[in-house]
């Protein structure tokens, strides 16, 4: 029998509620906890990997997929990704370059799906799953099209694409920040900005990820984690055993991820009547 959680966030062995130890990883990352941060740190200290790929915000909303191979490295790629990075198109060259072969991919839940099936059903020798040791998608309920919401905030609010500091999620409100300060909007007003293939995909968490990471509203400044295999809880209870992450059991919050899952569910369903 399926459960509730594993119909709208797909396979869930263990849920923790977890934090970085790190003082400088929390400083930088003070709305989600920065666990991922830390246990992808832990990750590169201890050698089971050699490279995290994943995507470093360049110019205003703009940004690049990066690989970093040390703390100093991971820290500069933090903060939250509002437009899609071409990603997949240019991992493989990533992975090449830097001439690795046990990465770990932070991604979001579409190229989640992407990747675990690369690495799950090879099809191609020119495939590169067997290079990814882990997949980590963070919580997702959509990506902007970069060039219209940056349009709306310039002919709006008067903000040019290139002054924005940093987009901060919080409830059902965007905090953009800029130079001038910070502009509140609401969720629902900007939905029409985001990707089409956003307003019809029903993954929130990214069911194909070993590791899936987010924020709820009701624990701030700490991340919830969904292992989804036994490799990927052995990373989190290994990195908590050596001291990178404080942990505790996030089973009391699976409801607040559920309840992101559905919204997300709901909106794709909707806008799937109204495009066929």
Same mark, same amino acid.
């Given at each position: ?9 797909? &396979?869930? =062995?263990?849920? #923790?509620? /977890?934090? /970085? ?7 930088? *990352? +003070? ?12 990750? =590169? ?23 970093? %191979?040390? %703390? ?12 899609? +990075?071409? $990603?997949?198109?240019?991992? *493989?060259? *990533? ?11 932070? !991604? ?10 690369? %690495?799950? $059903? ?9 290079? @990814? ?5 963070? $919580? ?11 349009? #709306? =905030?310039?002919?709006? &609010? ?8 940093? @987009? ?7 905090? +953009? &920040? &800029? ?13 029409? #900005?985001?990707?089409?293939? !956003?307003?019809? !995909? ?22 919830? =984690?969904? /292992? %989804? ?11 908590? *055993? ?33 495009? $066929?």
């Amino acid at each position: 029998m399926i459960n509730v959680a594993d119909s709208f966030v797909g &396979h869930v =062995l263990n849920i #923790y509620l /977890a934090r /970085a130890t790190d003082g400088e990883v929390l400083n930088t *990352k +003070v709305a989600s906890g920065g666990a991922v941060t830390a246990i992808l740190n832990y990750a =590169l200290d201890e050698g089971l990997i050699d490279g995290v790929v994943t995507a470093k915000r360049t110019n205003g909303l703009e940004g690049k997929a990066v690989v970093a %191979r040390s %703390r100093k490295e991971l820290l500069a790629t933090v903060g939250n990704k509002w437009s899609i +990075v071409p $990603f997949a198109s240019r991992i *493989k060259t *990533k992975i090449e370059e830097n001439n690795l072969n046990q990465v770990a991919v932070v !991604c979001l839940p579409c190229q989640a799906q992407f990747f675990g099936q690369m %690495r799950d $059903f090879p099809m191609l020798e020119t495939d590169f799953g067997e290079r @990814i040791e882990y997949i980590i998608s963070l $919580f997702c309920m959509g990506t902007f099209a970069f060039e219209t919401f940056i349009n #709306y =905030l310039h002919m709006n &609010h008067g903000i040019k694409g290139r002054d924005v500091r940093d @987009i901060v999620l919080r409830g059902d409100v965007i905090e +953009v &920040h &800029h130079p001038g300060g910070v502009l509140r909007l609401s969720i629902r007003e900007i939905y029409r #900005y985001l990707q089409v293939g !956003c307003l019809v !995909c029903t993954d929130y968490t990214g069911g194909w990820s070993d590791i899936s990471a987010g924020v709820v509203e009701t624990k701030p400044g700490w991340t919830i =984690l969904i /292992a %989804r295999n036994k490799k990927a809880d052995e990373l989190i209870k290994n990195a908590k *055993k050596r001291g990178y992450i404080e942990v505790r059991d996030g089973s009391p919050f699976i409801g607040d991820v559920i309840t992101g899952a559905r919204e997300k569910l709901a909106r794709s369903q909707k806008n799937m009547m109204c495009l $066929f």
